[in-house]
């Protein structure tokens, strides 16, 4: 069973989720919140494992609510966004949020969305993306730029040649989170394997 938290603005944006993800067997929708300082106090009262947040909310949005949740572990963030919201985007791309979905994706995109990020995956809407990478560059430099802190220590890891595993060991990660990073990267980046990471960083 997935427990979910739920976190908009608009009531019946809020509600209407509740009623879809409610549909699922395996979901559990634990609490609504109506603004990201809200879901965070929910989520430290309950056990979370995704939380589901509009980007745009009073008080506290749905970045600074995620950067709490993974700071202090309390559930795997799922930012819903529009394409209007690129600043926003970028930042929780950088924070290193497990995903983001468009708020009009079909039903069946969003149950599959959260599935992913309950179990460490990473879901990133490819068509946001591909916008986003556009207006960030192409270059060495910029390919690179909507990369985490911790997922550009990878990057550099990689390109010393060094293997999950032992990149896992020097920063003490599991090997599981260390594929789930390269993942992400890969995604971000629209590269296709870890040996295209090491040479768009290495090349000119």
């Known amino acids: 069973m997935i ?4 976190a908009d603005d608009d009531f019946i944006i809020r509600e209407g989720l509740k009623m879809l993800l409610s549909s699922q067997p395996d979901f559990h929708i634990i609490d609504t919140a109506e603004n990201g300082r809200q879901a965070v106090t929910k989520c430290r009262e309950n056990t979370v494992d995704v939380a589901v947040l509009d980007i745009r909310m009073p008080e506290m949005n749905g970045i600074e609510a995620a950067q709490f949740l993974l700071t202090e572990n309390l559930a795997r963030p799922l930012l819903l966004t529009t394409f209007d919201e690129e600043d926003f985007i970028i930042q929780a791309l950088k ?10 994706s079909p039903p069946e995109r969003i149950f599959n969305a959260i599935r992913t990020v309950s179990t460490g995956g990473n879901v990133f809407q490819e068509d946001v993306l591909q916008y986003i990478r556009g ?18 220590e990878i990057v550099e890891l990689i390109a010393k040649g060094l293997s999950n595993q032992e990149i896992a060991d ?12 390269i993942s992400a990267i890969l995604e971000k980046t629209g590269l296709e394997h870890r040996t295209q990471i090491a040479v768009k960083y290495l090349g000119d």
């Open 3 to 6: 427990n979910i938290l739920i």
């Open 170 to 181: 020097q920063l003490y990660l599991s090997n599981g989170t260390v594929r789930n990073h």
């Open 95 to 104: 924070l290193g949020v497990g995903g983001y979905i468009l708020k009009n």
């Open 135 to 152: 207006r960030v560059g192409g270059g060495k430099k910029q390919i690179f730029a909507l990369l985490s802190q911790r997922e550009q």
